[in-house]
């Protein structure tokens, strides 16, 4: 018996009358048409199974039904993966649908098989580099990045985003992005590597104020680079590079106070969110086996989906703690407020991510936690009389103002950093 003998000549017939016909089929007809075809004509129906496919688990009927989507994406993915290595968008297609299938178990807390797929993506990038179907042998790779930060493989994460961002440059004619740089940065330092992160914040920073030169980027977009800037820098003992940093971000401070934005920018919050929670990684839990932690240096979309859950879901349970960590202050101020400033800053960071994960309006929910930040500062502050405790009131004064430079409020934004910048020194 040969081929043609297994082939439902009816069933070919009816599906190619189907897809012939004046008006789209619904998309579960299409998909069990595409099915029929692509067993007798792979090379032509096998691609458009895959798209219907992906199409297929992000219809409407199913956004509640995970299992159902996740099923489907399993296998647009297996389909993807049948697609003719002659085929220009093999690797194009193969990537979709992998980066579909990986979302689906990493939110259904499946992150081994998750990440087996992410690193299948990354090598179907290879491959489709090498047989020139894509710009770079880098393609698909950047979610195996954000998994090697999140499981705390931090020199893994720094050597791939380096190869990302020398990539991105070779191809972009040197014109790296700020999120590939602030990745690879983050990991850099993560992995120890403090002075090798200062050199790639340096790039950052060095790209901004080109940007700005000619009315490219948000003057309140360098200024939080310089803020973070100078956050490295003293962390790194580089006190005097660190406040050169700080006066040139108060000179744009200024120039916000005194006439805004040189032009109108649309929403540029995920700028200040990434970099105010990096500013806060050292306070969270470490990413151990078995209890992964956010990539931070990344922004929260290109986060897991479990991670980003976790992250989010953990809000009251850190609201309980503070609470907790008040009435203990108290009773007890000198024993317990050093550590109620703390655990209100994690608040404070976490709170403001979740809300422009939300919402983009931010000033009116958020400014009564970071005036609540800054009066504990202080409150440690007039009690400790320290360094240490004027740099703590000098950190949630500039929290406090960049926020502030986010929600457009630039007067007290100045007035806030102008206090942090005598205090810091």
Not at 8 to 19: C, K, M, S
Not at 56 to 78: K, N, Q, V
């Amino acid at each position: 018996m040969d081929l043609t003998d297994k082939i439902d000549h009816d069933a070919v017939l009816r599906a190619r009358t189907l897809l012939l016909g004046s008006s789209r089929p619904a998309l579960d007809q299409e998909v069990e048409a595409y099915r029929v075809l692509s067993s007798v004509s792979p090379l032509t129906y096998v691609p458009k199974l895959t798209e219907a496919l992906l199409s297929y688990g992000y219809a409407p009927e199913i956004r509640d039904r995970p299992e159902i989507r996740l099923a489907r994406h399993a296998e647009a993915a297996a389909t993807a993966r049948r697609i003719d290595a002659g085929d220009p968008r093999r690797t194009e297609l193969l990537v979709r649908a992998l980066s579909a299938y990986q979302h689906g178990l990493y939110a259904a807390g499946r992150r081994t098989e998750g990440f087996a797929v992410r690193e299948e993506m990354a090598a179907a990038g290879e491959w489709g580099f090498a047989h020139g179907q894509v710009p770079s042998p880098l393609y698909g790779s950047g979610p195996l990045a954000t998994a090697l930060a999140e499981n705390g493989d931090h020199q893994e994460a720094a050597e791939l985003c380096g190869k990302l961002v020398r990539a991105a440059g070779s191809e972009d004619q040197g014109q790296v992005s700020f999120w590939s740089l602030l990745s690879w940065a983050a990991e850099l330092d993560a992995a120890g590597h403090r002075e090798a992160a200062l050199s790639a914040f340096a790039e950052i920073v060095d790209a901004g104020r080109a940007e700005l030169a000619e009315d490219g980027t948000a003057l309140a977009i360098v200024t939080w680079q310089l803020v973070h800037q100078a956050g490295m820098l003293d962390r790194a003992g580089h006190h005097t590079e660190a406040r050169g940093a700080r006066q040139e971000a108060l000179a744009l401070l200024t120039e916000l106070d005194s006439t805004g934005e040189r032009k109108s920018w649309s929403n540029i919050l995920t700028w200040w969110t990434t970099l105010y929670a990096l500013s806060g990684r050292t306070a969270e839990p470490l990413p151990v086996q078995g209890a992964p932690a956010p990539a931070f240096g990344f922004t929260f979309l290109d986060w897991s989906p479990d991670i980003k859950r976790a992250y989010f879901d953990s809000l009251p349970r850190l609201e309980a703690e503070v609470a907790d960590q008040n009435e203990a202050t108290e009773t007890a101020p000198h024993e317990h407020l050093p550590a109620l400033v703390a655990l209100h800053r994690r608040l404070t960071i976490r709170t403001a991510v979740h809300r422009e994960n939300r919402n983009y309006r931010i000033l009116k929910p958020l400014r009564p936690i970071f005036n609540e930040n800054v009066a504990l500062a202080r409150r440690y502050a007039d009690m400790a009389e320290t360094a240490e405790s004027q740099g703590v009131l000098g950190q949630a004064l500039t929290d406090r103002s960049m926020f502030l430079v986010a929600a457009k409020q630039y007067g007290e934004a100045y007035d806030d950093y102008r206090e942090a910048f005598d205090l810091l020194g």
